[in-house]
């Protein structure tokens, strides 16, 4: 099982590029980053997980940047987009940050998506909320085009531009790896059809058991090969290593073969004893 971490960077917790050269050092696979660019102060929409929405949201570094201090002082370390809003960027902006950061680190990006939650925040960039799948999808159809063309052009709904170049090009060929961060009604279908991957979070083996036994169905009716996927789970497990182990096993049974933990309520003093202790546990 590859172990991977998940945590916002506020400018108060800790450097990003101290973090990740730390996680590396300790055999951590990947860093994911997420991101809420901007959120209103006063939101009506209250937090999927009930009650109001955790401060941390209000104050995420941006997610490109911290991870691009990751990549300066790592070699192998992965930099995972844990989640991006997609349909909250421009596509070709995005589709160039995203494809330098992958170039300059030696290919070593995994594209983590999703189309948010936040009503007021997606608003606030223009974002069709209602549809905002579609739009993530064509979004992500575009900045393929732009990773895998010397020349591309794209005439979607949501995003239209005439021939243009678009450098450089990601190391990864393709472009990253999309692993699409949902659970919704429809999450396995999209991940089926056009996805990389699936990386839900706070989820039970069981749920991933039944979870993923639908999603082989829905790739055998999209004529995708199931086993080129790439199956996440982010979230946290209580108890000692033993415990740890235990339940990282049975997420592998069901065919996970990444567990990301969630980390929060740390400083800059205090973030170097929190990755040894999680580590001890996980790794």
């Given at each position: 099982?590859?172990?991977g ?18 996680a ?7 860093v994911?980053?997420p ?6 102060a006063n ?8 009650g ?11 997610q ?20 991006c ?11 160039n940050q995203?494809a330098?950061l992958?170039?300059f680190?030696?290919g ?14 997606c608003?606030l960039f223009?974002?069709?909320f ?28 949501y995003?239209?531009f ?24 429809n999450a396995?279908?999209?991940v089926?059809?056009w ?16 979870k ?12 995708r090969?199931?086993?080129?996927l ?9 108890g ?10 049975r ?12 980390l ?20």
């Amino acid at each position: 099982m590859k172990i991977g971490l998940l945590t916002p960077f506020s400018g108060r917790n800790g450097n990003p590029g101290e973090f990740a050269r730390i996680a590396e050092s300790l055999g951590y696979e990947s860093v994911w980053i997420p991101e809420h660019p901007a959120v209103p102060a006063n939101p009506a929409t209250k937090f999927p997980g009930g009650g109001d929405i955790p401060p941390i949201y209000f104050s995420m570094a941006d997610q490109i940047v911290a991870l691009s201090m990751a990549a300066a002082v790592t070699k192998s370390l992965k930099l995972a987009t844990g989640i991006c809003l997609v349909p909250e960027h421009h596509p070709v902006a995005l589709a160039n940050q995203i494809a330098t950061l992958d170039a300059f680190s030696g290919g070593r990006v995994i594209f983590g998506i999703g189309a948010g939650w936040l009503r007021e925040e997606c608003d606030l960039f223009a974002v069709d909320f209602p549809k905002r799948w579609t739009q993530t999808r064509e979004y992500i159809a575009a900045m393929r085009e732009l990773w895998t063309h010397d020349e591309a052009a794209f005439d979607g709904k949501y995003v239209k531009f005439p021939s243009v170049r678009c450098s450089p090009k990601p190391a990864q060929k393709n472009g990253p790896l999309v692993s699409i961060g949902s659970l919704d009604k429809n999450a396995l279908k999209r991940v089926a059809k056009w996805g990389d991957g699936w990386c839900p979070i706070r989820v039970t083996p069981e749920f991933m058991s039944e979870k993923l036994a639908e999603l082989k169905r829905e790739c055998a009716a999209a004529g995708r090969d199931f086993a080129r996927l790439d199956i996440t789970v982010m979230g946290y497990i209580q108890g000692d290593r033993a415990k740890v182990q235990s339940e990282l096993a049975r997420f592998a049974e069901t065919g996970v073969s990444r567990f990301v933990v969630g980390l929060s309520d740390f400083t800059p003093d205090t973030m170097p004893r929190m990755l040894e202790r999680v580590a001890a546990a996980y790794v």
